[in-house]
């Protein structure tokens, strides 16, 4: 979740970025002033800044170049209706991350909004890694936390691999740390350096995704103001991390086989290709085998991304890691919150080990973060700790029962009655975050988008309606 400041003097266009903002997962802060949101910044910290050119009597450029004063790393993209060159140059020399004309598609600035995300998490991580640089080279990247037999095959392989050139695939269920694995070979690897990027390939609309990975110049495209140079770019003597990478659809598989066949890209409008120095991480949850077996997937394609396939083993084949990760995340959130850091009790460290976690890392680090913040003494008891894992029935609503009644029953109703309420659910638990929540069910996330277009959901962070 981001912490986003916006800023713009027309109430009800604030306000809506406000709800669009809080849909996507994020924090929102509204402000109607330059002056006040100046102030504010100097206070208080800020991932991303959305900014009306006109604030009233003032500019945004204002409050930009306030903005890169207090808070040099934070991100600021300039939202206007009356766009000139000269104000777009302007804004880009200060430091502005994009500029955006209105009215803007929900779906075209959810990306620019992850993009300027991204960006800002790499400055951090880049801040970092330079702190790590006086590290000796075995210890780095050393976040996979497991002493399992599995586990440690991972990491021998990682320090086998990690200082080549080739492209490695990940493999392994949903939840289960593939992209620590990929940071991991970037952070042991002598790209250590250069920036590590990541990209989740199914969140990202099917037209988009050419736009996204290799760019596109200004004009290419209705909505295209600017030159974007693409995520290969960005990763320039770095590690590009595409995660998801079952996917893609296959017009964007062909054009992926090209640039690495031939390390160059050509982004989309242009006339030249730009040469590339990347080394590619791939991870997917799908058998990719099978994936080429129902045309669904290029052949070509998958011998060139496994190369070197690392398979993440599912938590409950290695049950010998469970307690050390929980205690891990027990302290990793109490370090967060400012508290100290609470144990395990032998009856629910025994509770943790007999649970199957269907949803793998991702799932315990969840409940530890529940326990901690439930937790009321030094020690995690058991009702701090979801039902599913106690041992506990889920109880589903009446309408939801699985008996067959005597008089029968429409099963398309009752299925569908099924399949809302678990996606409200999931939505709920990762506050509208539709590419979590997806991960959450074991979706892909055009699967989980076409669900809710099929339940008549609300528009969120996919859709193309114009504001």
Same mark, same amino acid.
Do not use: I, P, Q, V
């Given at each position: 979740m981001a912490n986003i400041l916006i800023v713009d003097d027309e109430l009800s266009l604030r306000e809506y970025l406000g709800i669009? /903002?809080?849909? /996507?997962?994020h924090q929102a802060t509204l402000i109607g002033e330059a002056r006040q949101a100046i102030e504010l910044g100097e206070r208080q910290d800020f991932d991303l800044v959305l900014c009306d050119l006109c604030i009233g009597e003032h500019s945004g450029l204002d409050v930009l170049r306030a903005f890169k004063v207090s808070q040099p790393t934070t991100e600021v993209i300039i939202v206007t209706a009356f766009a000139t060159v000269e104000n777009a140059l302007e804004a880009m020399r200060l430091g502005a991350y994009d500029y955006v004309m209105k009215p803007f598609k929900n779906q075209e600035l959810a990306l620019l909004i992850d993009r300027a995300l991204e960006k800002r998490e790499l400055s951090r991580e880049n801040e970092s890694l330079k702190i790590q640089l006086g590290t000796p080279a075995h210890r780095r990247g050393r976040e996979l936390v497991g002493q399992s037999a599995a586990m440690r095959t991972v990491q021998t392989l990682i320090d086998k691999v990690a200082q080549s050139k080739t492209n490695v695939l990940v493999v392994g269920e949903s939840g289960v740390g593939k992209e620590l694995v990929a940071r991991a070979l970037h952070q042991q690897s002598a790209r250590l350096r250069g920036p590590f990027v990541p990209i989740n390939c199914g969140a990202i609309p099917e037209g988009l995704i050419e736009s996204e990975l290799f760019g596109h110049v200004r004009g290419a495209f209705s909505g295209a103001i600017g030159d974007n140079p693409g995520l290969f770019k960005a990763a320039q003597g770095g590690t590009l991390f595409l995660d998801e990478v079952g996917e893609l659809p296959l017009s964007a598989q062909v054009k992926l086989l090209r640039a690495l066949q031939e390390k160059r890209v050509r982004p989309v409008g242009g006339v030249r290709d730009v040469e590339i120095d990347v080394r590619l991480v791939a991870a997917t949850n799908r058998d990719l085998a099978a994936e080429v077996r129902a045309s669904r997937f290029r052949e070509d394609l998958f011998y060139r991304l496994n190369v070197i396939q690392i398979c993440v083993p599912p938590l409950r084949e290695r049950r010998e890691d469970i307690v050390p990760l929980a205690q891990h995340f027990l302290e990793e959130t109490a370090s967060e919150l400012g508290v100290g850091a609470p144990v395990l009790t032998e009856e629910v460290a025994s509770r943790l080990c007999r649970y199957a976690w269907p949803g793998n890392v991702r799932e315990l680090q969840n409940a530890m973060e529940r326990a901690v913040t439930l937790c009321e003494g030094g020690c995690i008891e058991l009702d701090t700790l979801p039902a599913t894992v106690r041992g506990e029935s889920v109880q589903l609503e009446d309408s939801m029962r699985l008996d067959l009644p005597e008089g029968g029953l429409d099963l398309e109703s009752h299925l569908e009655s099924l399949e809302r309420h678990l996606i409200q659910q999931a939505l709920s638990r990762t506050?509208?975050?539709?590419?979590? #929540? #997806?991960? /959450? /069910?074991?979706?892909s996330f055009r699967s989980l988008r076409y669900r809710l #277009?099929?339940? +008549?959901? +609300?528009? +969120?962070?996919?859709? +193309? #309606?114009n504001f």
């Open positions: 669009f /903002l809080r849909k /996507l997962g506050n509208g975050n539709r590419t979590s #929540a #997806a991960k /959450l /069910l074991g979706l #277009a099929k339940l +008549g959901f +609300g528009e +969120g962070r996919d859709s +193309g #309606a």
